[in-house]
């Protein structure tokens, strides 16, 4: 197998931009390529290009993760006055010495506008771990004299690449996200989309109390916007173990599951990721529940789907699987959230296309 390719985050890159208008600025140094200290004491190479005096830009690389950024052309313009004709926001402020650094969301960056993010609204969308790196490598490169300077980002077509992700839905305003925890992408790691589920959750709970809606798949989505606002449902993909852990912590009152009777029924059956490269239905154990719960037999016929299953179950056996499977999913769920510690004691489980219920409390 061929070795994957890893990558920096929008955080890293903003900071390699940073350091060069400094370096031009409190040196008259013109750099191509510096070196950005990361979290974990690693350094990252990054290249950079002289777009302007004071302005400096650079192209977050590839890499083989799934991420909507490669290829973004990441830029800081250095001020000495405040940047003007900007969305409403608050800037950033690093001390570095007696310098005074504000930090702005130009063109492409959002701006925060709701609670429950790690940046409290109203201030640009760049989350702590790179204002941290900003921090700690531009130390070294200012100068003695007290001075006010405004550094300026922007993300060239940064509103439409925000498009494909979750930003508008949790009130991240006006383009991208400059992230990153440890400055470097990971390939084909599940994590970011878990981080970004946390995200979800936790601006939902600043909005709604009680309720929060898991869906998977994207009828899930559609059914779930008829009954909710759309800042409580929370997209989860195939992770509802690890969804249902993020909300420890939080105290929501009644946790709303909908998916379709596949995924449902692998919910029922243990998968704690229902991706199917972590097994298929057990079509031995399916046949198990009918013949035990609904004294129908399905003999020795094979299944390789669930659609065919149904096919071949009489009509008027649908409605009692489907509650069958929905029953066993919600106790699967409820031993779930009791084992995660989560402190939630009702669930409302939605099985797709037939929308049939079950409630447990307990």
Request: proline residues 3%.
């Amino acid at each position: 197998m061929p070795q994957l390719k890893s990558g920096y985050t929008t955080g890293t890159h903003a900071t390699a931009v940073l350091l060069a208008c400094l370096y031009e600025h409190f040196h008259n140094r013109e750099v191509d390529t510096l070196e950005v200290l990361l979290p974990k004491g690693l350094l990252a190479t990054i290249e950079v290009r002289r777009e302007k005096h004071l302005n400096f830009s650079t192209i977050k690389g590839d890499n083989d993760d799934i991420d909507v950024t490669k290829g973004a052309k990441i830029l800081c313009t250095l001020e000495q006055n405040i940047p003007t004709n900007l969305k409403e926001q608050t800037p950033s402020l690093l001390l570095l010495h007696d310098v005074k650094l504000f930090v702005w969301a130009g063109e492409g960056v959002g701006v925060v506008t709701k609670k429950g993010l790690k940046i409290a609204p109203t201030y640009p969308a760049i989350n702590p771990t790179p204002l941290a790196m900003m921090q700690e490598n531009a130390q070294s490169l200012v100068g003695e004299e007290k001075e006010e300077l405004h550094a300026l980002f922007s993300v060239e077509d940064g509103e439409k690449i925000a498009r494909d992700t979750a930003n508008a839905k949790v009130g991240v305003i006006g383009g991208i996200s400059i992230l990153g925890t440890r400055g470097i992408v990971k390939p084909v790691s599940a994590s970011a989309y878990i981080d970004s589920i946390e995200v979800e959750i936790s601006v939902a709970k600043e909005f709604y109390e009680e309720v929060i809606v898991f869906t998977l798949g994207n009828s899930a989505v559609d059914v779930a916007k008829e009954m909710y606002d759309a800042t409580s449902i929370v997209e989860i993909g195939n992770f509802v173990y690890d969804a249902s852990e993020r909300l420890r912590g939080h105290s929501f009152q009644k946790l709303v599951f909908i998916t379709s009777i596949a995924k449902m029924t692998k919910v029922a059956q243990g998968f704690k990721n229902t991706h199917n490269k972590y097994g298929t239905i057990d079509f031995v154990e399916v046949r198990e529940w009918i013949e035990s719960e609904l004294h129908f037999s399905l003999e020795e016929e094979e299944f390789i789907t669930l659609k065919g299953l149904m096919q071949t179950l009489p009509q008027e056996y649908h409605e009692s699987f489907v509650k069958l499977v929905t029953h066993k999913s919600a106790e699967m769920m409820r031993k779930w959230l009791g084992e995660l510690g989560v402190s939630l004691h009702h669930i409302e489980i939605v099985t797709l296309p037939t929308r049939i219920k079950e409630e447990l409390k307990w």
